[in-house]
């Protein structure tokens, strides 16, 4: 979308159900309340028998009980928007002039000013500033041409620049019309009717069965079967896919808030993830060590914690004599020149982030060979990859990564160990629970301490320097606290002229690593309030493991933790902070 100038980003979810039964709307807004990780300044829906309802703010507390909307049809959307008026207008679904056509759409038409100035010359009147709204219009634009829906769906890709899940429904029809370029969308399907949405999630507790979109298709899913078409409008055959997803992360259980009980949920998680590897992930994790054995060149792509955890990767392989590299995902193509003997590893909770799939495409069209370390099965990004390893973290619905970056991590872990890399992996889940038992008190002091605080600096070298940039994007997304992660050895170069007296500054030193130690002792001689988190008696934060491997995970929980106390302290809102979304779907 675009606003008064400015590019107004939207990464949303979206929902439509059709039932051979009136449902109210619990049902979708119960769908779409599990999507909304996926953008929360505003949510909306709309039935095929008229109604409408738009609203700023999180779904969350919304009780649709009362509007009393019984439908065959509903379309629902969620949105998420960085720049520009987050308000009812720019809200979805949007209308055709004549109300007759709804739709809701999670992407950019980047040519929608364009679109838009045509559609105003043929009369049609805006009510938003969204890009979105010239779907309703282009499409009521193509049935006063006589035209039907599918039909224009042809014309309508073609014409249109940028990217797109769309639904659409016509007042009266029991029909939803779903296109899809770029951003995600799937068709569920229920014991009672069919289910589109952003992701496997909104429907993932209702059935098993899933027919996933490809780019430039479209579908008609009426109340008793859909219809698959290329962008030409040719029939398709399309594979009904079984898929499996784990509901033990559904709820908050006893916590306040997902983020701790993501943070606990980490033994767990890895002990799962470890086993896998051992089990039902042997022969995919032998392939991506014979894969990388084969290739001239190996290159991780990433973005955000992510990337952190590609970095931890390299240095985790370099140790076993393997070379590699990270190249951050959003300026992957301005960077990195991969090749046919590249292997490329993305490395992606969500397996949807659009700057790793922009980035793969442009890896794909240099000959190299896409392989994925994904947490979300079925996602683009792991149907994009000739070989993707999963990290079976489960659901992570706060928006800050926890648990998928531990075990992120610990695959990449196991991986170095499989090219000798010595480690005790196995006593790796016990060790992060003891490291939370250990510290927890301590880090609630710390807590309330540092909440106040303007500025925050945390110093790493070698393994904890992406564990100190990790740190620090934990506590500016969750506390809303300045912080700088950075590499030790660069402080001299600049940042140093900061530290103040007072200035907090989060030493993580592993194994005693003489240059860390003299990093501190440089900050703390001028004033630095130091706190050190190592595996030395002496330590602040204590990490009970000398394990140098390890240390890059077991320093990155108590961050986690301090994040998510100081957030505490602070009343922030942990699970949903301001201007963040879990799936990153734009550029
Ligand atoms: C931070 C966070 C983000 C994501 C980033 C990449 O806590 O969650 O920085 O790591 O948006 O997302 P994925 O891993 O889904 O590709």
């Known amino acids: 979308m675009y606003c008064r100038g400015f590019r107004v980003l939207v990464m949303c979810g979206i929902v439509g159900i059709i039932g051979n039964s009136e449902n109210g709307i619990e049902e979708p807004m119960h769908s779409l309340k599990r999507l909304e990780y996926r953008g929360y300044d505003?949510?909306?829906?709309?039935?095929?028998?008229?109604?409408?309802?738009?609203?700023?703010g999180n779904i969350g507390d919304f009780d649709a009980s009362g509007l009393g909307t019984a439908s065959r049809v509903f379309i629902c959307h969620t949105r998420w928007s960085t720049h520009g008026a987050v308000t009812e207008a720019n809200a979805h679904p949007h209308l055709s002039c004549d109300g007759e056509i709804a739709i809701v759409h999670n992407g950019i038409i980047e040519n929608y000013q364009e679109l838009k100035k045509e559609l105003e010359e043929k009369g049609h009147r805006f009510r938003s500033e969204t890009d979105s709204e010239v779907i309703a219009h282009f499409f009521e634009q193509a049935l006063s041409e006589n035209m039907s829906i599918e039909e224009a769906v042809p014309e309508f890709m073609q014409r249109t620049k940028g990217t797109f899940a769309a639904l659409m429904i016509r007042k009266g029809e029991d029909r939803i019309y779903a296109m899809k370029r770029d951003s995600p969308l799937v068709l569920g399907l229920l014991e009672n009717g069919f289910m589109l949405a952003s992701d496997i999630y909104a429907f993932s507790d209702r059935t098993n069965r899933a027919v996933f979109f490809g780019d430039d298709e479209f579908a008609v899913v009426g109340v008793d079967g859909y219809e698959f078409?290329?962008?030409?409008?040719r029939r398709?055959?399309?594979?009904?896919?079984?898929?499996e997803w784990s509901r033990e992360n559904e709820t908050k259980e006893n916590y306040e808030h997902f983020m701790m009980k993501e943070i606990m949920e980490q033994p767990e998680a890895c002990r799962r993830l470890i086993k896998s590897l051992q089990s039902t992930q042997?022969?995919?994790?032998?392939?991506?060590k014979d894969m990388i054995v084969g290739a001239k060149n190996v290159m991780f792509v990433s973005g955000g914690t992510s990337y952190h955890a590609s970095l931890l990767g390299v240095y985790l392989l370099k140790q076993a004599g393997i070379n590699t590299q990270s190249v951050i995902a959003s300026e992957f193509q301005n960077y990195a020149m991969p090749d046919r003997d590249t292997v490329v590893i993305a490395i992606t909770q969500s397996g949807e982030t659009m700057d790793v799939i922009e980035a793969l495409k442009y890896v794909k069209n240099?000959?190299?060979?896409?392989?994925?370390?994904?947490?979300?099965?079925?996602?683009?990004?792991?149907?994009?990859?000739?070989?993707s390893v999963e990290v079976?973290?489960?659901?992570?619905?706060?928006?800050?990564?926890?648990?998928?970056?531990?075990?992120?991590?610990?695959?990449l872990l196991y991986l170095a160990s499989m090219f000798g890399f010595e480690t005790d992996i196995e006593r790796m889940p016990d060790e992060i629970s003891e490291t939370i038992r250990l510290n927890e008190e301590k880090i609630k002091k710390l807590a309330s301490e540092l909440c106040g605080r303007n500025d925050i600096y945390v110093i790493g070298r070698g393994l904890s320097y992406p564990v100190a940039r990790e740190?620090?994007?934990?506590?500016?997304?969750?506390?809303?606290?300045?912080?700088?992660?950075?590499?030790?050895?660069e402080l001299k170069h600049g940042t140093i002229a900061l530290i103040e007296k007072g200035t907090p500054v989060i030493?993580?030193?592993s194994n005693n690593n003489y240059d860390m130690l003299s990093n501190t002792k440089e900050v703390e001689s001028r004033g630095a309030r130091i706190i050190t988190a190592s595996n030395s008696n002496e330590a602040d934060l204590k990490i009970p493991s000398n394990d140098n491997g390890k240390f890059g995970i077991l320093a990155t929980v108590l961050g986690q933790m301090l994040a998510y106390y100081m957030a505490l302290e602070k009343g922030l809102p942990i699970d949903r902070p301001r201007n963040l979304a879990k799936s990153v779907t734009v550029k």
């Open 42 to 56: 505003s949510f909306g829906f709309a039935t095929n028998n008229g109604f409408l309802e738009k609203r700023v």
């Open 229 to 233: 078409f290329d962008s030409r409008g």
């Open 236 to 243: 398709l055959d399309k594979e009904i896919q079984d898929f």
């Open 282 to 288: 042997k022969e995919k994790i032998e392939r991506l």
């Open 366 to 387: 240099r000959g190299s060979r896409i392989v994925s370390i994904v947490n979300v099965p079925y996602s683009t990004i792991q149907r994009m990859s000739e070989l």
């Open 392 to 411: 079976m973290a489960g659901q992570e619905v706060c928006v800050a990564a926890t648990k998928s970056f531990t075990n992120q991590v610990t695959l």
């Open 471 to 489: 740190i620090a994007l934990k506590i500016k997304e969750i506390s809303y606290i300045h912080a700088e992660g950075m590499m030790g050895g």
């Open 507 to 509: 030493s993580l030193i």
